[in-house]
């Protein structure tokens, strides 16, 4: 007797939800947002780090300022309306080529955002980043990883000493004039207004410039935890939630990685998404312009419903 075929799994195929239902897919609109995951490896280990970063995590080893500088040199040749890079990692500090990268693209005229948790491997390079500051002023965007606004839930999740080595580079940034901002996560379970209203009383204790009312400056991310079982996004979801494909992250935005043993690096389809090749968009930028199926339970959970997203450019 034939045993029956088992079900699909949730955001298993690319077109068709475990339903059957036609899959939600996303168009390049525009190439807004040009991502570089600098490379997996950090110095801490979090509880729960969607990429897995840690002190032995190479999976996506270093890019070189050269494996920049060919895609920027793309973005000119190709046209493409790039107006914000963004550096991710890892601890994109930890990459021997960081501060010779962000010279090179600040330099090309971009608005360029690095996401680093402000500890020893930012505080090495005060004096080049005070340099750059210098030169480029409020181009250079950092955004620092600081959980909560309590130290308990901070160093629950990073670690022992964690909150007050992130406060010390805070104070650092703040002091020389950076251009700011705090990514937080919905970790203590209290409403958004609650912990904007922590993370003022914080700031407002240590005299850290940060403004607490608005969305840039201090964005709260929706935790994204590997037991989620989020619903799969259909074509018929935009209209039951109200919202539109062109709004989510990879409508304008891409990232380059270089896995481990790779011989060039590859385009992905967006910052959250980095080890699924199924979400490989090609080599080039230009081949990274293609629809991408919301197939991975981080578009659901992130994106559509948490409605949140990596990068935002300042008008």
Known sequence: MDMPAPAPAKFDHPIFTAKGERRARVQLKRLETLWFNTGTLCNITCKNCYIESSPKNDRLVYLSLADVKASLDEVKTEHFPVRLVGF????PFMNPDMIAILGDTLERGFETLVLTNAMRPMMRHQEQLKALRQAHGKQLRLRISLDDHRAQVHDAERGEGGFAKVMDGLRFLSGEGFQIEIAGRRLGNEPEAVAREGYRDLFRREMIGVDCDDPVQL???????????PPEITEACWGILNKSPDDQMCATARMVVRRKGADAPTVVACTLIAYDERFDLGRTLKQ???????????????CVLGGA???ETRT
Request: proline share 3%.
């Open 88 to 91: 991710t990692g890892g601890e």
């Open 219 to 229: 964005v709260i991310f929706p935790e994204m935890l590997a037991s989620d079982d």
């Open 288 to 302: 990274a312009d293609a629809a991408v199926s919301l197939n991975h339970r981080y578009c659901a959970t992130f």
């Open 309 to 311: 997203a990596c990068g």
